[in-house]
């Protein structure tokens, strides 16, 4: 079975150019997640969807980052435009439901630097 | 607020050591406590999910236990080998469903 897929792994782009990043869930997951991990710190949750909704956006920097997903599957955050402090690795993860003991599974993660 | 302590923030051991990993959480009002392994440059593996009634979890080398009242889980890993060489992140489920993490113990074991 397939993991959470996500592209590109790593990004390099100038300050103020926007960024999109994708991420295809596990078949059959209905809560998917987006992180962001400073070097040496804990994700930190930016958004999560039950299906196509987003049920908690409260820590998404929401001037600058916009996220989608409009079929209930496959999802993209967006940064526009990208700041230097945006550097950091931008981790999707999904469960099959959005409870407490539902476990979550992680992607491999988009690792962003802007110069 | 939830704020999850992992130390130590690095730990160096010889090969063939067992060691334990600490995390500690302030709310003991959690849903579970999981310990995930990172590895550089890729996803987080979840390695152990510990339910908020459950005291250990073991698989293999390693056991989790989970002390909910004093805040605390440790993760101890017998007989270390080289390839647990990982960063070990821990995370509680609080009750707003969110996981809150640690910043995790960077383990290396040397050969």
């Known amino acids: 079975e397939a993991g959470v897929v996500q592209s590109p792994r790593y990004k390099i782009i100038e300050k103020k150019q926007p960024v999109a990043f994708w991420c295809n869930p596990i078949?059959?997951?209905?809560?998917l997640y987006w992180y962001l991990q400073n070097l040496g710190q804990g994700p930190e949750l930016l958004i999560r969807y039950e299906n196509e909704e987003a049920v908690d956006d409260s820590q998404l920097p929401k001037d600058r980052f916009s996220a989608e997903r409009l079929k209930g599957v496959d999802s993209t955050l967006k940064i526009q435009p990208a700041e230097l402090g945006d550097s950091a690795v931008y981790l999707c993860?999904?469960?099959?439901?959005?409870?407490?003991?539902?476990?979550?599974?992680f992607g491999p993660g988009t690792r962003l630097t802007v110069l | 607020k939830q704020e999850v302590t992992q130390i130590p923030a690095a730990l160096s051991v010889p090969e063939g050591e067992n060691l334990v990993l600490n995390c500690s959480f302030t709310d003991s009002a959690i849903y579970n406590l999981q310990w995930f392994r990172q590895d550089p440059g890729k996803g987080l593996t979840s390695l152990l999910l510990?339910?908020?009634s459950q005291r250990e979890q073991t698989s293999g080398r390693l056991n989790a236990s989970l002390d909910k009242s004093s805040g605390r889980s440790t993760l101890y890993i017998a007989a270390s080998q080289p390839g647990d060489s990982a960063t070990y992140l821990c995370a509680v489920v609080d009750s707003n469903y969110q996981l809150i993490w640690g910043a995790g113990t960077k383990l290396i074991i040397k050969p």
């Open positions: 510990i339910q908020s």
């Open positions: 078949s059959g997951h209905n809560t």
């Open positions: 993860a999904s469960s099959l439901g959005g409870g407490a003991h539902n476990e979550q599974f």
